[in-house]
């Protein structure tokens, strides 16, 4: 059987295993085929090294047993081979057994032919049975693997086709699935979950037909994102598809983010289909349609709405038999308000498991040193026993003296450290302050963006070392980095949005940075931006109109990023900061830009379907590509003065 990690997560060693008629396709279409999938990065068994004997060696049926795909290549002599015969038997056995895929490709011969063993497929077949004809149960389980096999979903290339097209398409649904079925990043040190992963899999019960939802509920900080993650890992093989839908109560609110998400639901469930369903509503008609046959797996967490799951996952019968639905919240009473009875509550951590995950982040290691176990105690005392809290606090001490451990948990204790904030706090306190800018540029403006991008488009003059933020953030366990995407924690984002409110809690236009669609429209509007506004984001509740005057802008001298998600701005620009960095606004009505603006620091021009045709004589060429690996948009027929 193929290893499992410590969350109970099968572990292929192979993404695909190939099973062929070597005399027929070897050197043709399996080899062209191989070398598809190598070079898209798939990692494909291919036995072209082992050695034949009587039976199918040790080697090869574990090569089997550790593919998460086995694709069947049907030629015209595939059945007069033993050997093949046999791996169709083990594939099968593995399918049943382990939930592994399979896919026949029929190479120029009539799937009905490998289904009923007939025509040139059948007379191939009769010579090998004529050899086995004193192992009549051998021959028989031969036949039914033949038939079952070519009863499965697959594809058939027919004389005339074109082969480099044909792989192509089978190569880029190989990929989608791989990509679908690629294991989440669950934690560092995924302490404790083993127990919270078997509980909620019971209550799961994968092996019953009906289609069943289940919430998972707890407490900010307390791990259920990583509860579910893990619990996905572990059972998402077993379903036709699926589905892990992150961070719906923020991605939910911006226009079109119901849509977004129910478009991305049916793309990964359908095996990357592009279907653009236009409105939320033909979006709920189109989920019942194309998955209530289908068994699925659909995680949607931190869900905060009760019109998020209606518009998501109305109901159990919009799935089909044997489909899970999974509910991460906060709120126990939305999960009983759309009917959920079926709710895991997420427990904190016992002593030595809350012991040994701050012992590994602290000392990277699973207990205290000699001297730090009283200090361990505190520290977790003063956590909470909170994973989120243990993380931080312990990643915080890590490499500091007792004197310091003492000091830190002597001014911490009491009141003031009864809250999770507090503990976040502390993480906060302690950064230099280069990279206290860093991560508040990435609470209010750069979440889950591409980690190259965003250093791209922080360095600067006065930070030119953007990537080492970054990477001490990482140490820090303040954000991490997964597929390369820059990921942090909803309370860690708030904390970073609370701290930029209170530079001026009541006009905004003296804070840093600018997000929450109230506070943009009134200093835009009022004329009220200083220049201590780095950035801008605009993300209105609903497209609406923003008219502006010439001096909108006229303050903020230092503004580095403009955002604009959705608002049409209407009025005079009279005024466009030299110093930004950052230009994102799609859509945008204006014609040109002011003649006067010296962009020399501009990193970022990004403005899709703006009807922007000229740029000023301020504006050079040589400012457009000051850094190479950014892409810029704009019309084609722009001109440059």
């Not at 127990?195 to 407490?219: A, E, F, K």
Request: glycine share 6%.
């Amino acid at each position: 059987m193929a290893p499992f990690t410590n969350t109970g997560t099968r572990s292929w060693t192979y993404d695909v295993f190939l099973s062929f008629r070597g005399e027929e396709t070897r050197t043709n279409f399996t080899d062209h085929l191989y070398h598809a999938l190598l070079r898209k990065g798939i990692n494909t068994f291919i036995d072209d090294q082992l050695i034949r004997g009587e039976e199918i060696s040790p080697a090869l049926l574990k090569a089997i047993e550790e593919s998460r795909i086995s694709i069947i290549v049907f030629s015209e002599n595939y059945a007069s081979s033993r050997w093949c015969l046999d791996e169709l038997v083990k594939i099968l056995q593995c399918k049943e057994l382990n939930h592994q895929m399979v896919w026949p490709v029929f190479y120029k011969v009539d799937p009905s032919h490998v289904r009923k063993q007939t025509g040139t497929f059948g007379a191939s077949f009769a010579e090998c049975e004529c050899k086995f004809r004193d192992n009549l149960e051998r021959v028989l389980k031969w036949r039914e693997a033949l038939t079952e096999a070519a009863n499965l979903s697959g594809w058939h290339f027919k004389e005339g086709e074109y082969e480099y097209n044909f792989i192509s398409k089978i190569v880029e649904s190989i990929s989608v699935h791989v990509l679908s079925c690629t294991y989440l990043h669950v934690a560092k040190y995924p302490t404790g979950l083993q127990s919270s992963v078997r509980d909620v899999n019971v209550i799961l019960d994968v092996g019953g037909n009906r289609c069943c939802m289940v919430g998972i509920w707890g407490t900010p900080g307390i791990g259920k994102t990583t509860v579910a993650k893990a619990v996905y890992n572990s059972i998402a093989h077993k379903f036709e598809s699926s589905c892990f839908v992150d961070n719906v109560r923020e991605n939910s609110m911006s226009h079109g983010g119901l849509l977004q998400l129910q478009e991305r639901i049916l793309r990964e469930t359908l095996g990357g289909k592009e279907l653009n369903v236009f409105s939320v509503d033909r979006g709920i008609s189109v989920i019942k349609q194309r998955l209530s046959l289908k068994k699925v797996l659909l995680i949607l967490d931190d869900v905060d709405h009760l019109d998020q799951l209606n518009k998501l996952a109305g109901a159990e019968s919009w799935f089909g038999q044997g489909s899970r639905v999974i509910i991460t919240t906060r709120d126990r009473g939305l999960l009983t308000r759309h009917g959920i009875e079926l709710i895991y509550k997420v427990r904190k951590l016992d002593y030595q498991q809350a012991l040994e995950l701050f012992s590994l982040n602290a000392f990277e290691m699973n207990a205290p040193p000699d001297g730090y176990l009283e200090l361990a105690e505190r520290a977790i005392a003063c956590a909470q026993h909170l994973p989120l809290g243990l993380t931080l606090l312990g990643s915080h001490l890590r490499n500091q003296s007792m004197e310091h451990w003492r000091a830190k948990l002597d001014c911490q204790e009491g009141d003031a450290f009864e809250s999770i904030q507090s503990i976040l706090r502390i993480s906060y306190d302690a950064l230099a302050d280069r990279v206290k800018q860093v991560f508040l540029d990435i609470a209010c403006f750069f979440k889950g963006q591409n980690k190259d991008y965003v250093m791209q488009i922080l360095q600067c003059k006065t930070l030119k070392n953007a990537e080492d933020c970054i990477q001490e953030l990482v140490q820090k366990a303040i954000i991490t980095i997964e597929d390369n995407r820059i990921l942090m924690h909803d309370l860690l984002e708030q904390m970073g949005k609370d701290i930029v409110h209170e530079e001026s809690p009541t006009e905004p236009g003296e804070r840093s940075r600018l997000w929450f669609h109230e506070d943009v429209s009134h200093v835009l509007r009022e004329n009220t931006g200083t220049n201590k506004i780095k950035g801008i984001m605009i993300k209105l509740p609903k497209p609406d109109e923003l008219h502006l005057n010439a001096n909108s802008f006229s303050g903020m001298t230092n503004l580095c990023f403009f955002i604009n998600h959705n608002a049409s701005l209407y009025g005079e620009f009279g005024f466009v900061p030299n110093k930004l960095r950052m230009i994102d606004w799609g859509n945008c009505e204006l014609q040109s830009l002011p003649s006067n603006i010296q962009l020399n620091e501009l990193v970022v021009f990004n403005m899709p379907n703006s009807c922007i045709r000229q740029l000023g004589s301020g504006f050079k060429v040589h400012t457009l590509f000051p850094c190479v690996g950014i892409e810029f948009f704009f019309r084609k027929d722009l001109v440059l003065n």
